[in-house]
């Protein structure tokens, strides 16, 4: 089945970095989601693109749906200590079979450097 | 405004005992869906509905069943708990899917294991 590579797996941040995230698979994808997952509850959504080359920001979150929409990234600019979590990128198709299915990366875990 | 409401939010069942993780939505979607989440993993879609009436397989569907009597809820069924099904369950709806992707909005989850 479709897969999507989520690189890094983890990273540790310290407060006022800036950090990055992407995704990237073999497949192409219409829509790109961004979600955030704090732990005991579910994936909150954070950004969707849905044309390629869209680029769009939600406060310090910035989100790219790549130009061949087989990939995207996610900006976090100026980190807080409430940015760690648990970051998903998710594809999802449009067409007939799918029915908006989506597919989801393993993860990137955001922590605060010790 | 709820969203989406899942029940319970945790569960501990011996092998063999079946139960309905409950699935709850008020936003009027016609799209929704089950997921599972193991440990360091993304989520794997179980089974999904376009409407009500209508539900069809996802990726790993095998040891569940769901039904869609109405546009509100989406109830999954475990009927013979295995400890292979010991994950987080996430609900999920949208409002479109096609050419209208519509984002999904996601429950809480509920965190079944099986002993």
């Known amino acids: 089945g479709q897969q999507l590579n989520q690189s890094p797996q983890s990273m540790f941040i310290q407060e006022g970095e800036d950090v990055s995230m992407n995704c990237t698979s073999s497949s192409i994808f219409n829509t790109w989601l961004w979600y955030k997952q704090d732990p005991g509850e579910g994936p909150v959504l954070l950004i969707a693109?849905?044309?390629?080359?869209e680029l769009t920001s939600n406060g310090r979150l910035t989100a790219q749906f790549g130009t061949t929409r087989k990939d995207s990234f996610l900006n976090i600019s100026a980190s807080i200590p409430s940015d760690v979590g648990i970051y998903f990128c998710?594809?999802?198709?449009?067409?007939?079979?799918?029915?908006?299915?989506?597919?989801f990366g393993k993860g990137t875990k955001l922590s605060v450097k010790p | 405004n709820a969203g989406v409401t899942q029940t319970p939010k945790f569960r501990i069942l011996k092998i063999g005992q079946s139960m309905t993780l409950q699935c709850a939505q008020d936003?009027?979607?016609?799209?929704m869906y089950w997921y599972r989440q193991d440990p360091g993993m993304g989520l794997k879609l179980i089974y999904y509905?376009?409407?009500?009436?209508?539900?069809d397989k996802g990726e790993v569907p095998n040891g569940y069943n769901v039904s869609r009597s109405t546009t509100e809820d989406f109830p999954l069924r475990l009927e013979l708990a295995a400890p292979s099904q010991t994950s987080v369950y996430f609900c999920?709806?949208?409002?479109?899917?096609?050419?209208?992707?519509?984002?999904?909005?996601f429950g809480d989850g509920t965190r079944l294991s099986i002993l």
């Open positions: 998710a594809g999802q198709l449009s067409d007939g079979g799918s029915q908006g299915n989506l597919i």
């Open positions: 999920a709806s949208s409002s479109g899917a096609g050419d209208s992707n519509q984002p999904q909005h």
């Open positions: 936003m009027n979607h016609n799209y």
């Open positions: 509905s376009v409407g009500a009436g209508i539900t």
């Open positions: 693109l849905y044309k390629a080359g």
